[in-house]
């Protein structure tokens, strides 16, 4: 059973910068393409980043691409979210995502799974 812990999320000023890592156990990490969901309240769990088995590949929303960067170390099975320029509508629960069936703005249902969640809080 592959296991997701993230990690690195707070309350951090609009501007600021915050990086969220996810390491992963119990799998052949190396073999999944990997990825960030987000989550704010009262919302649907929505589509961040992707990266690719290799991290040679790499996908961003519209709204954090250029902001965000994605990253793993194949060796660490950790993948990490780099977030710069921080907005406040950047708030929300980020969730790391595993083992996804593709990386061009994958759904919630095409992942295989999930970790527990960090909050990212992002006053104006």
């Known amino acids: 059973q592959v296991q997701l812990v993230e990690s690195g999320g707070g309350l951090v000023q609009a501007g600021d910068s915050l990086r969220l890592s996810c390491a992963a156990s119990?799998?052949?990490?190396?073999?999944?393409?990997m990825g960030w969901f987000r989550q704010a309240p009262g919302k649907e769990r929505d589509f961040v980043a992707a990266i690719s088995w290799g991290g040679k590949s790499t996908y961003y929303t519209d709204s954090v691409r250029g902001r965000f960067t994605i990253s793993r170390d194949n060796a660490k099975n950790t993948v990490y979210l780099q977030m710069n320029s921080l907005k406040p509508e950047d708030t929300a629960v980020y969730y790391c995502a595993g083992n996804l069936a593709y990386i061009r703005t994958p759904l919630p249902e095409n992942v295989g799974y999930w970790g527990q969640g960090t909050q990212v809080t992002v006053s104006s």
């Open positions: 119990g799998g052949t990490f190396s073999n999944y393409a």
